[in-house]
């Protein structure tokens, strides 16, 4: 097998890399952050994800994962190069930074003294394959002196944080878009491992041209996002009715056209590096060739709004003014299982009660140091190691994650502990009626408000 070259150590990079080197494959993970390769080559896993550790582990212990900031010898010796930097949302517009892409594509053109394999796992605009194919062609009088023609291959990822090992190994599909032949035969053998199961047409292989692999990739986020506003856009009627959003979506999730998945609504509506930003990117690219993204801007005003409809909502539970308050918050990273923050609805929660003069008291089983460098430190901000410690005086408790440890509440200490039993849930995860009989004053999104039985 050829020898594997991994640029970008983050989420997609190093689950990549700790992925393949575990099932056999000699992989160097390249990154320009030395403080990071030397966590790594220490074998500390610099991002909390399941399994992730031990992979590398393996992989390190095999002697088949290396970690470096070496560029050039890496792409010396590798014939196979991932790109897998980060595409964040530029700061001026809606549009993907693809700056870091390039950077690596400059690197390879420097180093490489013959044709390589480009895979591009970064998730990027359609087009952006052919761009680097330009780029490559068109530095003839660059690096040694001579353009090669490097294959290169889309190859989207669909990892989800948290379950990112596990959605690698067990892929519901793997994604190559290329028309070089050679290319298809050196990337069937590199997901051969985990291909295992996968039968005649069945096979989860699916090769494609290199703009519809890359479309696929953000389309398929914004597909996924647009579920979930959708059930969002549907909790406000359903309020007024007294409809249950969570029967409702038993009762369509049981239709085998729509399915069950990613059609939880909440106040805490989905963030992460993700979702905004492939929704984001794709209105760019759309209204770039003179598009108009009409319904993908909607996915994202109903997400914005429904977070602002729930804060409301926090803000209505209250029995004093929000600046006399002490608001508890469980959950400050996008999801269960990451310490990431990014585009959390735990930022826009806590803004808005700082913006109205109350105090918070946080609690996050992982997210609680990023959430600090993200959001600074702020007067009014008390960062708590346990859950039932940030309730103590709280004038209401906000759930804002799906986590475990959320799922079932000790209402001896709810009602011992807070000066009011009132619990805003944005992730629908309690049953209102029971909330109800339990004393509590409970409110979610789309689902009937009952009245607190026991006086609280
Ligand atoms: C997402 C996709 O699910 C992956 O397939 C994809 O590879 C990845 O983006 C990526 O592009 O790298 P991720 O952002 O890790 O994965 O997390 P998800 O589990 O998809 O959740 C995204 C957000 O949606 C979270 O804030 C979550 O709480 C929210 N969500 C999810 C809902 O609000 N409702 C749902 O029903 C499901």
Known sequence: MKKIAIFGTGYVGLVTGACLASAGMKVVCVDIEERKIKMLEEGECPIIEKDLPERIKKGVKTGNLFFTTDAKTAIEEC??????????????????????????????????????????????????????????MGKAEGGHGIAFFHAVVSNPEFLKEGNAVKDFESPDRVVIGTSDEDAKKVMSRIYAPFMRTAVGTTDRMIFMSRPSAELTKVFANTMLAMRISAMNAITELAEKFDADAKEIRKGIGSDSRIGPDFLFPGGATFGGSCFPKDVRALIAVMEKAGIDAKLFREVMNVNREQRMRFVVKIFEQLDCSVSESKIAIWGLSFKPGTDDVREAASLDVVQSILDGGGKVALFDAHAKESFRVAFGERAGVEYCDDQYEAIKGADALVILTDAMEFRSLDFEKLHSLMNKVVICDGKNLHDPEEMANEGVQYVCMGRPVFTAKKST
Do not use: C, M, Y
């Not at 595409?87 to 490489?112: M, Y």
């Open 79 to 136: 014939d196979v190069i991932f790109i897998a930097v980060g595409t964040p949302t530029k700061k001026d517009s809606e549009e993907a930074d693809l700056s870091a892409v390039f950077a690596v594509a400059e690197t390879i053109n420097k180093h490489a003294t013959k044709r390589k394999i480009v895979v591009q796992k970064s998730t990027v605009p359609v087009g952006t394959g052919s761009q680097i194919e330009e780029f490559f």
